[in-house]
């Protein structure tokens, strides 16, 4: 029985054509394209025993989930059903970052700082505005903001984002490892190396409290699973090999101490 799972609020639609994606990473997300039938899909899965949801979904041009119409629902079903609410949200608005303060949890905010990650996506962006907004929602956001920092775009330094972003204090940094995606851009890009990953994996570590995400290739989780152990806090979706080493969680490696109880699975 999933105790965790995804919903996208646009289906398998993005206006963005990032090199890594073009939407195919949310197509396989079930779709809750209206306030309506987002409350069916959390009523339904809750009733079956999911106890948090990752909202995502694709962004607008200007690098934005359209969230603003479902915080209301959101912030009912949690006081109602108790269920846990994980978003990504891109940029927003100052006034929806506050109204998100008490109906979202845990905010996975994918730090777009380096020019060289903004061309990958197509954005209508500077890296001032992912300044700003990781600013806005540690100060103004829900309690956990967790920043997301990409490894291996071509011609990228994704130590100067991991600098950026811990020098906000967040509760934990996620490094993602770029997987060059078939039917993509980016499946002509050669694949990140072990060594590249680990060590901005060590960085973000010595700065701040980190987790390895599920975004990276399969190839190399084995060996980078294991090195990365003794850095990081939690691993995405870990390599077989290493889970009987491990407490298990169904939930996102974003998920604060607070509700992972909820969602443990073996010890």
Sequence with gaps: MRKFATLSLTGGSCALSCSYCSSHYISSMEGAMSVDEFEKSVR?????GVKGFLVSGGFDKEGSLHIRKYLPIMRRLKKELGVVFNVHPGIQERDVVEEMSDAVDIVDFEFTFTDAEIKEKGLRRSS????????????RGPKYVVPHV???IPNDDP?????EASSFHPYMINILVMIPTKGTVSERYDMPSVDQALEMIKLSSSLNRTSLGCMRPFPLKKELDARAMEYVDRIANPHPSLREKMEIYDACCS???????EFKVRS
């Design 44 to 48: 339904r899965m809750n009733s079956h």
């Design 150 to 152: 990409m490894v291996g």
């Design 159 to 163: 130590s100067v984002a991991i600098r």
């Design 255 to 261: 998920l604060p101490e607070e509700f992972l109880g």
């Design 128 to 139: 001032v505005d992912y300044v700003k907004m990781l600013d806005l929602l540690v100060s």
